[in-house]
C-alpha cells in the first residue's frame, strides 16, 4: 500500500517535495490557496482536505502561515505525523505542537529543519528532525530517499540548530554583500570578489578556532579597524550595517577580553561606539572643510581670472 502524503504550500520547495515524493512512488495531496499543484499531484480545495487520510503531512508554507495552516488542518488528521519545515523559532514549534495536541488526539508532531536551499534537492535536502514524531516520520520518508537525521528532544531542537546555522551563513552573506557594494563603489570588486573566493576555498578544520581565538586577542586593535572600515564605507556612500555591527561586537570582546558576552561591560562598549562616532564625525567635518577650502580657492581663482581679463 502506497504511503500517503499531504504537502501544504505548494511554492519552488513544496512543489520540488511534491514532486520527489509522486516519482518515489507516494500518493501526494496537495494544497496551496495561490498555487496550482504540480502534475501528479492530487489538488484540494483546503488544508482539511488535503491531509485527509495522510500518513504525513508536510507544512511547507511559511512561519507566519504555519499556525493557520495547523488549525485549519490538524481536526481532520488521524495519526498523521504532522511535520512543520518551516523556519522558525523553537518556541513557534512548542506552540505548534500544543495546539496538534488539542486539535488531534491521535497525531504527532515533527519540528523539520531543512539544512540547504531545496531547489536542486527537492525530497533530498538534508533536515534535521525532532519531537514525539521525527523517528515515524524518518521511517515513513528513509525509503523514498529523504535524509532525515533524528535529533534527540523535543520540538525546537532542530529549529534551535538551524537558526544557529543560520547566524553564520546569513551573516557571512550579509557581509559579503555590504563588502562587494564598498568595492563596487571604489572600482575594486573584481580583486575584492577573488579575495573573497579565494579565503573561503582555503578555509579548513583549524578557520573557526582561528577566528574565534584571532577575534579575542586582537579585539582592540580590530575593533579600532572596523571603525575605518565604516568610516570608508560612508565616504563611498554605502550604509556601514555590518561594518559597525562587526566594530560593536569586537568593542564588547575588548571591555571583557572573552567571548562570554554576558559578561560585557556595557559603560565600556557605549564609550567605544561613542569613539567611533566621533571619529566618523570628525571624517566628516574634515570632508565638508576640504571642499568649503576648494569652493574658496576656485572662487579666487575664477575672480582673478575676471580681474585679468
Partial sequence: MSVRVA????????????SDLVEAGAVVQGYDPVRPAPAGVQEHRSEAEAVTGADVVLSVNSAADATTALRNGAPAARQAVWADLNTGSAGLKRDLTAALAEASETSVFADVALLTPVPGKGLRTPMLASGPGARRLAEILTPLGAGAEIVDGEPGEAATRKLLRSVFFKGLAAAVVEALAAARAAGLEPWLRDNIAD??????????????????????????????????????????????????????????????????????????????????????????????????????????KERTA
Fill in 199 to 304: 579565503e573561503l576555498a582555503r578555509a579548513d578544520s583549524t578557520t573557526v578556532e582561528r577566528l574565534v581565538t584571532g577575534s579575542v586577542e586582537h579585539a582592540v586593535r580590530r575593533s579600532h579597524e572596523m571603525a575605518a572600515a565604516a568610516a570608508l564605507l560612508v565616504d563611498l556612500g554605502v550604509e556601514p550595517r555590518i561594518a559597525r555591527a562587526s566594530h560593536d561586537l569586537l568593542a564588547e570582546l575588548a571591555a571583557v577580553g572573552s567571548v562570554d558576552a554576558s559578561r560585557v561591560d556595557a559603560s565600556r562598549v557605549d564609550a567605544s561606539r561613542a569613539d567611533a562616532s566621533r571619529a566618523d564625525a570628525s571624517r566628516n567635518d574634515a570632508s565638508r572643510n576640504d571642499a568649503s577650502r576648494n569652493d574658496a580657492t576656485h572662487a579666487r581663482t575664477t575672480h582673478a
Fill in 7 to 18: 504537502v501544504l504550500g505548494l511554492g519552488e520547495a513544496g512543489s520540488e517535495i511534491a
